[in-house]
């Protein structure tokens, strides 16, 4: 047999669907992440598969990544896949170490910086990222150079 309710747990009850009505509404209209603007993880890791590939290929910024292992290749690769994946809104978890440290001693110049952007910018035209995303990816990597570039 069902019993009543009073009336102060259905109005406890009442509040609790409102707020999930009213929490899952503000999440429909919550705009969606750089990350998933970009198309996902896939996504990513393709941009970041042709970014290092232009690196490597590049004359000037190799040095960077000659004497890698293919192993230690792998590994690189993944720190930026995941870097990017998580600083964009993705579930991914970044676990290398800061970008200062990461980068201490390799003498990064402006002009290797430069060079990076321009690769950067080449490997997301390739696969067509819109204006708007990819202006706000690079604002997320341009944030990143105080830490890159080496300052005299």
Partial sequence: MIRKLPATVKKFVFVCLFLAACASTAAAQAPASLYKRLGGYDAIAAVSDEFIGRLA???Q??????GLSTDSQKRLRQLVVDQLCAATGGPCIYIGRDMKTAH???NITE?????TVKHLIASL???KV????KNEFLALASSLKPDIVQTK
């Fill in 57 to 59: 290929s590049d004359k």
């Fill in 61 to 66: 910024l190799s040095r960077f990544l000659v």
């Fill in 104 to 106: 201490a001693g390799l």
């Fill in 111 to 115: 002009s290797d910086w430069d060079m």
């Fill in 125 to 127: 035209d390739k696969f």
């Fill in 130 to 133: 819109p204006e708007k995303e």
